[in-house]
């Protein structure tokens, strides 16, 4: 997909390699299996994934080329739409008729791939390029598109691409901010990159920084950043200032000794569904989860964590494991909770973005509940989530599975917060929280302080948790029904699936999912639609802290004061058009989904909108708990931008 300044559109997300998340930023490229070597089943009327690859021209290739194989390009070949030197058509087994049959389905293949690209409905122009674009001689129309345009020389286009293409530079590297500052130590990098261009031929003018990225590293000793930049230019009249017989010119990379052959049959990780008529599934009392309902879950859990919580990715496929190996996703009512109920409050405390290299399983949960079960001698008959945002959503949800127990259609926060003393019950109920345990797969700690305070909780969270590694799990002490009643946010978990589904029923229909996810609540307001100019971050007692600095084409500029998740949102003037503990979630303009607060990076195009917060979050006594003065911005003052609405999954017709 181009830009309309025709450079290729950046995946604004982490982008899908085989089916496989990654966390490579790269061009937005929707890959799928058809190429000149894909095999062909006539009896199945498919096309690939496996291929004969570079045998296609040998005698174990194609059977244009005396090989037993049908390819495309032997049906192609078949239908006179390209030439081959040394193949024959006399040699393909097959008839005109079944050949065209074959053409139709890569025709549906070439559409169902443009519209999974496309982020609107209306059509767009076709560029065909490559040795492939051949087999679509002749075709007028497809589906997506209003036009087709085959280039002159289009067989060997990226040949030509390669050969007229720009100067770029990248630099990813880890720096310490000693005797500088952040400003300074990045305005270094990038002028060093810039005279690397300018030696290379680049034309002044013509320099352009298109990534900016400063992150900083949790739990670190100093302040350090990981920096990403990279520096593009035009090539000028100059010849490369590199001596001939440099590194960079002699330099050649090692042949392929062992080249990877694919063998098995590739089966595709992505499953489709039909969100447009999705209802919950529930049956005597318990509304049962299934994988289209974990799917709305893990997007609209994103969305509640506010920048903060923690990917849902990793979270949703164990849960989507859970569901293929027999295991039940049960949820219930508040309204079925009863005094003899014991009900845990479980999750992950510390650094999220630990969890993308250490994965976490189920037993850091477990450990933690077992030892509070232990300590309380109260055994656990449901669980529920301390917040709702984020992988805390899940995470609890899939230790309920485990331990067949239902899971509460509610949580102890309404959305996501740094800190554990923002739980609703301890905030506003006075609940102590001596006895809580943390623990790893092997380890633990317990909370048993001699004064319960909010400080000595924070110091005990900093020393366990890093002591832990930096991520553990957690379970707090046990809830009896009237406390879930009196201090809990009820029907968040029917909140998180119906805004996921909102969401990926959009994308479906290829309606705007940003105005969907405001549909979900009427007093919910578009903030800002723009790129991120400027990312400044540090971590400040362990917690990811920053600014987040946005520019728009109508000149209306904003900035976000982040702690762990979105804080305030200002204009350029200064005004406070929302804070804490409203909703300010930075969604990705095109899919809707969130971009949390570690992922922000410069040049990416967001949708800022503010949601209501729930009710009891607005209360005097909480808003010293979660309002902008308890994160030191005595300078705003909450107005809340309207009235949360509940939806109720359990009377949803």
């Not at 290379?200 to 352009?208: D, E, K, N, R, V």
């Not at 987040?548 to 004061?561: D, H, T, Y």
Request: charged share 20%.
């Amino acid at each position: 997909i181009l830009d309309k300044n025709l450079f290729p559109r950046q995946r604004l997300d982490n982008a899908l390699l085989g089916g496989v998340r990654t966390n490579f930023r790269m061009p937005d490229v929707v890959s799928f299996g058809l190429g000149g070597g894909s095999f062909v089943d006539i009896q199945k009327s498919t096309v690939g994934p496996k291929s004969v690859g570079h045998r296609l021209c040998s005698s174990d290739g194609g059977q244009a080329f005396g090989g037993t194989q049908l390819t495309s390009s032997d049906v192609a070949l078949k239908l006179q739409k390209m030439t081959i030197p040394g193949a024959d058509p006399a040699l393909i087994k097959i008839s005109t008729d079944e050949a065209n049959n074959i053409l139709n389905v890569m025709v549906q293949m070439i559409e169902e791939a443009i519209a999974d690209a496309k982020t609107s409905p209306d059509d767009l122009p076709l560029i065909l390029v490559g040795g492939g674009a051949a087999m679509l001689k002749g075709i007028t129309k497809i589906k997506g598109c209003s036009e087709i345009l085959t280039p002159t020389y289009f067989d060997v286009a990226n040949a030509l691409g390669a050969s007229i293409s720009q100067l770029g530079v990248e630099f990813d590297r880890i720096k310490v901010v000693e005797g500088s500052t952040r400003d300074n130590l990045l305005s270094s990098i990038i002028s060093d990159l810039q005279q690397t261009l300018l030696k290379q031929g680049a034309l002044p003018s013509t320099l352009q920084t298109v990534r900016k990225e400063d992150n900083a590293i949790p739990y670190a000793q100093n302040e350090s950043l990981r920096v990403i930049i990279k520096i593009i230019a035009e090539r000028g009249d100059k010849e490369p200032d590199v001596p001939p017989d440099s590194e960079e010119t002699t330099q050649q990379s090692p042949p392929i000794e062992n080249p990877i052959t694919l063998t098995d049959e590739d089966k595709s990780h992505e499953t489709r569904f039909d969100y447009t008529g999705l209802k919950a599934d529930i049956k005597e009392g318990i509304w049962n989860l299934s994988e289209i309902d974990v799917n709305c879950l893990s997007v609209g859990a994103g969305i509640l964590g506010c920048g903060g919580g923690g990917t849902t990715y990793l979270s949703r496929l164990k849960l989507l494991s859970r569901l293929e190996n027999g295991g039940k996703l049960k949820v219930a009512p508040t309204t079925s909770l009863t005094p003899e109920h014991n009900i845990y409050c479980c999750g992950f405390v510390g650094a999220p973005n630990v969890l993308l290299e250490k994965m976490g399983s189920a037993e850091e949960i477990e450990n933690s509940l077992k030892a509070v079960e232990d300590r309380t001698g109260k055994k656990a008959t449901h669980i529920i989530s301390c917040e709702i945002g984020g992988a805390n959503c899940l995470e609890p949800l899939l230790q309920a599975s485990i331990r067949n127990i239902p899971y509460v259609d509610a949580d102890g926060m309404g959305r996501a917060f740094p800190l554990v003393y923002q739980w609703i019950p301890r905030a506003l109920g006075d609940k102590k929280l001596s006895g809580f345990t943390m623990a790893d797969c092997d380890q633990s700690a317990e909370y048993n302080p001699d004064d319960d305070t909010n400080d000595n909780l924070v110091a005990f969270l900093g020393t366990e948790v890093v002591r832990l590694g930096c991520c553990a799990g957690i379970t707090l002490p046990p809830l009896n029904a009237d406390e879930v009643n009196k201090y809990n946010v009820p029907l968040t978990v029917s909140q998180a699936w119906s805004l996921g589904r909102a969401v990926l029923r959009a994308q479906q229909e290829k309606r705007c999912p940003i105005e969907a996810v405001l549909q979900t609540q009427p007093d919910g307001r578009l903030l800002f639609v723009g790129r991120i100019a400027d990312v400044q971050k540090q971590i400040v007692g362990h917690h990811l802290k920053g600014t987040l600095i946005l520019a728009s084409p109508n000149g209306k500029n904003g900035k976000i004061f982040f702690q762990n998740e979105n804080l305030i949102f200002l204009t350029e003037s200064g005004e406070c058009l929302a804070s804490t503990p409203d909703l300010i979630c930075v969604l990705n303009t095109e899919t809707g989904h969130t971009i949390g607060t570690d992922e922000y990076a410069f040049g990416l195009l967001v949708s800022v909108v503010v949601l209501p917060a729930p009710d009891v979050l607005k209360s005097d006594k909480m808003m010293k708990a979660v309002g902008p003065h308890s994160f030191g911005y005595t300078d705003n003052e909450f107005k809340s931008v309207g009235t949360h609405v509940c939806f109720d999954v359990w009377s949803e017709k």
